[in-house]
């Protein structure tokens, strides 16, 4: 997605640590009009699968996933990271190891909220390792659904998550791919 490329390389900056940040309109401030445009896109490539549930998981992917879900018309469920008092205890739950915080951490869901009937297309803001997909993956396995793929805003495809993601014949959209993040703090990305 063009106009996302040219907003990553106008407002990211890069950090040690192979961190983009882009805090400016994803990851802190939300540009709720270049969100809606990002819903729209994640709806046109998925138009055609009959969706009941966006998935995501706690908290930048929650803007994202909202704005998609709006398109299909669908809720939006996403999977806390910490066990709270509002959480009951009857839950799907997956351990995850965190990219940015390199721990690791529970990812939980009620059980209500996901069934065997549900057909899910699973949204995150960033793709590195591949860790949250796998978890979210994991926790729809676990609740009999089907999950029909995943659409990220930005994809670090340097690092392996999305390609050992689709060799698994995951079906995985990343509206922009780096291919490279350089000590300078450039950024290249991959031509499709
Ligand atoms: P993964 O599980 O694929 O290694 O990492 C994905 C998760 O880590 C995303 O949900 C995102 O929150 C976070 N993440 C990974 N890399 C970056 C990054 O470069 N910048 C930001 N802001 N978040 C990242």
């Known amino acids: 997605m063009k106009a996302l490329e040219e907003k990553i390389l106008k407002e990211g900056k890069v950090y040690p640590g192979n961190v983009l940040k882009v805090g400016s309109f994803l990851n802190h401030q939300i540009d709720v009009s270049f969100m809606e445009e990002i819903g729209k896109e994640f709806h046109s ?16 992917g929650i803007p994202v996933a909202c704005f998609a879900a709006i398109c299909f018309g669908v809720p939006v469920l996403f ?32 059980k209500k909220y996901l ?3 549900d057909v899910v297309l699973i ?35 340097f690092q392996d998550g999305g390609k050992r993601l689709r060799e698994q014949g995951i079906r995985v959209e990343s509206l922009a791919r780096i291919a490279k993040m350089n000590d300078d703090g450039t950024l290249e990305f991959i031509k499709e």
């Open 45 to 60: 490539l998925f138009q055609n699968e009959k969706i009941t549930k966006v998935l995501t998981i706690e908290t930048s």
């Open 79 to 110: 999977a806390k990271k910490h066990q709270t008092k509002n959480l009951s205890d009857d839950c799907y739950s997956t351990e995850i190891t965190s990219f940015t915080h390199g721990n690791t951490y529970q990812a939980r869901i009620e």
């Open 115 to 117: 069934n065997s009937d």
């Open 123 to 157: 949204i995150d803001d960033f793709l590195a390792n591949g860790c949250a997909l796998e978890g979210l993956m994991d926790l729809i396995r676990q609740a009999g659904a089907k999950c029909v793929g995943c659409g990220i805003v930005i994809e670090k495809a």
